[in-house]
């Protein structure tokens, strides 16, 4: 009878300590568990081992991405206001053809004078083709209106608004109305399987070696979580979505030059600074 009163005590306590943890990181456990068993069973020798190993680590980011689609928000995976490349219909047809054929990217957004006063978001080459003819472009603009979604908006959620804009740009906005980003199918796809940077991009998070990695501090917290194979980098209600946003908030603000931080076993360190933005990270962490 003892022993098994002090069995019912132990499996009371482990599911109060369960339900205090987030469904996703049940889920995401649970399912890492299934996946580690099945790709231990399969493998009959080193090499396939090896080979089953890495397939699975791959799955094992890509399952974790997708169980954050439903908690994260659009802002977490938008391009920033700040990076967004767009075209002032008010410039004259020399200078948007070379705005345009400075960057390599597909869809512009065609604003008035402002990126918070867009008409459009059109193609490129639609876009160049119509230059000189004044009627046919503002046919293209009213052709294409644009989309806006709600900066706080689940990813899970958006989903279908980026359906249905067939592959167009879907601008990203405050309670104000202010464009803060903009989004794609292909910003989804990233949150899921990693970053796919355009030819004029560099890569947010770089592996150095086993245990260090260099960051920019716009790397996103959640594409941070997924490759350190953690769970609970990312608190619940955190108020930032990028690395710098984190350690700003752990150090209150004062951050300079060399500064350093530890958090949940992870060494950070500031190693570039832009006046007040934190530019780049040396990230360090012996899995435990």
């Not at 132990?10 to 996703?24: C, D, F, M, T, Y």
Request: charged share 25%; glycine share 6%.
């Amino acid at each position: 009878i003892a022993i098994e009163a002090f069995n019912q005590f132990g499996q009371r306590n482990v599911a109060k300590h369960e339900s205090k943890i987030p469904l996703r990181h049940r889920t995401a456990d649970s399912i890492l568990k299934l996946m580690g068993g099945k790709m231990e069973a399969v493998t009959d020798s080193a090499q396939h081992s090896e080979a089953q190993e890495a397939f699975a680590d791959e799955e094992r980011y890509m399952i974790g991405g997708v169980l954050t689609l439903a908690e994260r928000s659009v802002a977490s995976i938008m391009t920033p206001r700040s990076q967004i490349s767009w075209v002032d219909i008010d410039d004259t047809p020399e200078q948007i053809r070379e705005q345009v054929l400075s960057v390599p990217h597909s869809l512009f957004p065609v604003c008035r004078g402002s990126l918070d006063k867009v008409l459009s978001v059109v193609r490129a080459k639609e876009l160049l083709d119509v230059l000189e003819d004044t009627e046919q472009l503002k046919a293209l603009i009213k052709r294409h209106r644009p989309i806006y979604i709600f900066e706080k908006m689940k990813v899970i959620d958006a989903i279908n608004t980026l359906r249905t804009s067939k592959g167009s740009l879907v601008l990203v906005s405050d309670e104000f109305g202010n464009v803060q980003g903009l989004i794609s199918p292909l910003d989804v796809f990233e949150a899921i399987a990693g970053e796919f940077p355009d030819a004029d991009e560099q890569l947010d998070l770089v592996k150095i070696n086993d245990h260090t990695w260099k960051a920019s501090g716009m790397l996103d917290v959640y594409q941070l979580e997924l490759e350190l194979g953690m769970m609970d980098l990312v608190e619940e209600e955190a108020g930032y979505i990028s690395l710098a946003g984190l350690i700003l908030d752990k150090t209150h603000g004062k951050v300079s030059l060399g500064a350093q931080l530890e958090y949940h076993g992870i060494h950070f360190e500031v190693t570039e600074l832009e006046e007040n933005r934190i530019k780049s990270v040396l990230i360090t962490y012996r899995e435990r």
